[in-house]
Structure formats: C-alpha cells, structure tokens
C-alpha cells in the first residue's frame, strides 16, 4: 500500500470484496431497488420482541448472506469491523456476538460501511487479518425511538426530513484476484458548519461529503467525469443540492455522475419520504444490494463510495451542540 | 506483521508508542496515582457548560499532551482513533473536532483503549498511516447520568458498583525505534456469560478478559511468569477474583503477576469507590500517567494490557439482555 498526495491511500491490487450481503424490510422492498435485496425480512419485529432485537436480526442474516456468497464460514473470520446508530452500537454488539469472530466496534454513524470497509482492506493489507468482514445495519422504528420520537407519538414530518432505512448491508474482504476491488481511500474529517436542524441531515453531513471528495481529487489528480459514478452515503434530495453548491464553489461538478444512496432506495413521489432515505442501513444495502453486483459484471468499472455520517447525539443537541458531520471515501473498480 | 497461531498478530519490530498524555480530575488526583497525571483539572465542568462539554475537554489536553511529548503537530497525524461511553460518542468527536485531523470512530466502551492502540498500530504496519494516535476518556458526571441516575438523585451504590473514572488518555504511534513498542496483540470476541446486573459490570467482563488473555497464552505459547506485569482494564475487586477463578479452571495463575488499572486508580479504603474505578478513561488514564513512563524507563520490559469493555446499553437492559463483554489485548515491550 501506498500513500497518494496528502491523504489517500492506494492499496494493493489484490484486496478484494469477495461477498456481500443485504436486507432489508417491507418499504424498502416496494421501493425501486426491491428486487435486489438478498431477503426482505417483511415484519418490523423480525419475529423479535423488540425493534432494536429485530435489527441485530437484519445485520445477522445479511452477514449470513456475505459469508455464503464468499464461500466462507464465521470461523474462517479473522476480523469483523461493525456498528449501528443505536447508543453504544448494541444492533452489532448483539447481532454479532453469536459467531464468535474478533470484533472490533467502529461508529461512524450512516458513514459506518465506508468505514468498515477500509479498516477491513487497512488490516488485509497489514496483514493483521487473512479475511476481514464488515456489517452495519439501520432500523426506522428504533431509530426514530431514540433520536426523534416514538412511533406511537405521531410526530410531523418536516419536508427535509429523511426516512431511516431499516435493512443492513455487509461486505467479506480478501486478498485475491476478485472482480470488485479496493483500489482507494480516504479518511474523512470531521466537518461542522454550525447546522443545528436535527431535520436537515442533508444539509449537515454535504459540507463533509464536499471536504472528503474534494481532498480526494486533488490527492488523485483525477476529474468526476473519470468515474462511472460518485455515490454518495444518504444525502437526499437537500444535501445533494448542498453537495452540489458547495463543490461549485470549488470549480467542481459532480452532478452528471452523482447519485445518493437515500436518493435510490424510496420512490420518493410514492412513498412519502420526504427528502429521501438515510441510516446507516442505507447506503450499506444499496451498496451490498445494487453496486457491487453491477461492479462485478463489469457495468460499473469505477465507483467513488463516500458514507456520510452526522455525529450529534440528542444530548449534544439538546445541549445547544450544532450537528459535526463525516464522510469517508471508498474507490471500488471492476 | 505476521499471525501468530489462530488469533494473534505480532507487529515488525518498529512499532512504537513516541507520545503519550494523561488527564484526570479531582477524585483521581487524591488517589494514589495523583501525581502522575499530565494535567488535573480540579472542576468537574472544566469550565464548560455541561459535563459532555467538560469530557472532551479532558479528551483534547490528553492529546495535546500526547503530541508535545511525540513532538508532533496535529497536521502531522495522518488518522486519529478515538471513541468513548457517551451516545454517538459524542465527547470524542465534539472534542477532536477542532483539529481537523482525519478521524475513525471507535466503539469498544472501556475496551476503547486497547482497541485504539491495536488499530493505530495495524494502519501503521499497513502504511495507510505514518503516524496514528489513539484517544478515549470517561467522565463520572456524564456516565452516571446516561448509565445509571442524575448525580442530583443520590441514588445507593452497591457494594459490586464501580466508580467511572474522569480523565483521559491517549497515544501518538510511529515506525520509529522508540523506546516503547507495540509487539502482538490480539482482538477480543464477545463474550456473553449471561450476567444481568449493571452494579457489577466486573463480573460481566471478567470472562472476556479471561476468553483473551488465555488464547494470548495458548497462542504465544508463554506463561503468565514471562510478563513484568499483566494489566486489565478495569475490572476491579470483584471482576479481578472472577478473572482468577475463571483462568484457574483452565490451569492458568496470573496472580503473581497481575494488577487492574480499576483497583490502582483508587484508595478503596478511604476514597468509598465499593468495588474500584472504570470507564474508558480508567485504564487509559493510568496506561498513559503510569505504565507507559514505567516502560519507557526500563522499569517494565514486557507487559500485557488487557482493556475490558462492557457492551450492553440502557436500552438493551431494560429490553432483558445479558451484559456481552470484550478484551482487546496489546503486548507492549520496553
């Protein structure tokens, strides 16, 4: 592995994701993308007792997925790099703890799976793991329990509210000769623009989106037009036009190949989204579900993956705290 | 890098630990190790507006006495780990945010240290990083509140309870011929006995500490008697004894040798702390004020620090969970 210009980091040609996995839940399979999902679990509950048991149960089986995909088995694991939105990533802690694999705990918020993946290429290339995995999940009733209100409570909408996912995406990494390759990366920073609308985390997290791509390019000397897609985490519909404005400013334009993973999974004429999808979950099974099959047969050759993550917490909001916000990048190619 | 039997991982020689910093408050500083610290800051609110706030105050002088002692710069970092107890881990991005540094958040709860130091040194190995840093902290204040009671509640502790450690550690890395070295270390499972009581989180770690330390053994093919010292993170008085009972049952006596950073912290006699200290500012304070001087000396030439972290939430206690449990180990050498 190498280091290129001030922040990226290019790794060797071999680290490749060799399965991935995805679910998702009863609205996101009536989205567009429903078809792709490995299962769509249809009760909320996932035939738990709780919303938050009933997510560890999406990210278990979309693990299960990857692992089956990859022709591996949990023991074959060396590291697992996972978390979630819920307070002290239980999802994860719970979902995971019955396979047994050295477990490593990252949060990063909806920036979780890009974060995931290059900490799991990062170790491959150490050579401080021979597989690595990594998983994140999302759930909207036990997301909207903790960070808004209860279900039951009823609470309005704002129009620049974003509808958290609830599915999960995971990923196994290896050193080998696959057809959806590593060949990238970039740390994000964390960025805070004194956003204070806890229902605009678009508006939040794009000024980290912007500092991550735009670090990025400069690093490689390369233009937007050079990838077949820059695919941003969950953004919506206002922090895309964020995104837009602010890398305008720096003289540059994504827009011909940009989309957003909260932008892809809800019809969101249909489906009373409001400005789309968001959640850790997200981008994880959009990626898992949707990009890397169109990576492996060769219809994507070059995706630029940033997963944008808010990192406030109801405390520090209620504390008066604006919302810091991260993006990390992931370069995926044929 | 290379593997050491099924889970350990044994660093190039040239990992080393060139800056460490230590904060820690008014209680700590009338313990037995008060004059080790770098910085006491005496008020509990570190002349913020909430105890959050104060927390990543404590963080950012933790690493700020890292990097004067690493003669580095915060430009020169190339990623920052850092994670602590609070929700969102909000006292470690609030708190680090302010260097601009490129940032991975991690989860281990009072693991957190460990788990820092294992992944600084694994993206150094792997040449994603030049130089890392790791920080966490805790703050008693801010956990009570999120864990258990508001302060003003005067609720009874028990006899098994430990006392959240306020304070921070944290730790500059570089391929350097330092006098403190990374050599193995090894990422912890998680490990669920079924403990249910939140006034013994002790208990609850205890046998994630022993899954660790005896694959460590099994795998390094040492002793316990071939260590200066064998160091856990916070497991206390009660936790210490189920360690031992635990680690009997597989031929295993670490006695002799052992200390818990929960049970130095702290003058269990005079300071009414019950069963000791914890936090994910427990064992990195002391690591950071303490041991790594100790190393640095010459005094210790070979020790195992072995971090412990409870991983259940408010949320999933009252849902009925079990209490998982992880240790993250790093054999630190002189």
Redesign the interface.
């Known amino acids: 592995?190498?280091?290129l210009g001030r922040?990226t980091?290019e790794f060797d040609e071999n680290i490749a994701v060799t399965g991935y996995g995805s679910t998702a839940c009863k609205k996101e399979a009536e989205g567009p993308l429903g078809g792709n999902f490995d299962k769509i679990i249809y009760d909320y509950y996932a035939s738990m007792?709780?919303y938050?048991?009933a997510e560890s149960v999406f990210q278990q089986e979309a693990f299960e997925f990857a692992l089956k995909r990859s022709g591996k088995k949990a023991q074959d694991i060396?590291?697992i790099f996972a978390?979630d939105l819920?307070?002290?990533?239980?999802s994860s802690?719970?979902g995971?703890?019955v396979f047994?694999?050295?477990?490593?705990?990252?949060?990063?918020?909806c920036s979780t799976m890009a974060?995931g993946l290059?900490?799991s290429a990062?170790?491959l290339?150490?050579?401080?793991s021979?597989c690595s995995a990594c998983a994140t999940s999302s759930h909207f009733c036990s997301a909207e329990r903790?960070y808004r209100f209860p279900l039951d409570y009823g609470g309005q909408r704002t129009p620049t509210s974003q509808w958290t996912v609830t599915g999960s995406g995971s990923c196994i990494l290896e050193k080998a000769n696959g057809k959806i390759k590593l060949s990238r990366a970039?740390?994000?920073?964390?960025?805070?623009y004194n956003i204070f609308d806890l229902n605009n985390m678009g508006a939040a997290m794009a000024p980290a989106a912007a500092d991550t791509i735009s670090r990025f390019l400069a690093d490689t000397k390369t233009s937007p037009e050079e990838y077949d897609l820059i695919l941003t985490g969950d953004l919506g519909e206002v922090g895309s036009k964020c995104l837009y404005d602010i890398l305008e400013k720096e003289g540059i334009d994504i827009k011909s190949v940009h989309n957003d993973c909260g932008l892809m999974i809800f019809d969101r004429k249909k489906q009373d989204v409001h400005a789309g999808g968001s959640g850790a979950g997200c981008c994880a099974s959009v990626l898992c579900s949707t990009i890397l099959p169109k990576i492996q047969e060769g219809y994507y050759k070059n995706v630029l993956f940033i997963a944008t993550g808010a990192?406030?917490?109801?405390?520090?909001s209620q504390?008066g705290?604006a919302i810091?916000a991260?993006a990390h990048l992931v370069n995926i190619i044929a």
Chains 1, 2 share one sequence.
């Open positions: 592995m190498k280091r922040y980091i007792k709780t938050e048991q060396d590291i978390g819920l307070n002290q990533c239980i802690s719970y995971l703890k047994g694999i050295p477990y490593f705990g990252i949060y990063g918020a974060e290059i900490l990062i170790s290339s150490s050579g401080a021979r903790q970039l740390a994000g920073r964390i960025v805070d990192l406030m917490s109801p405390t520090s504390q705290g810091p991260i």
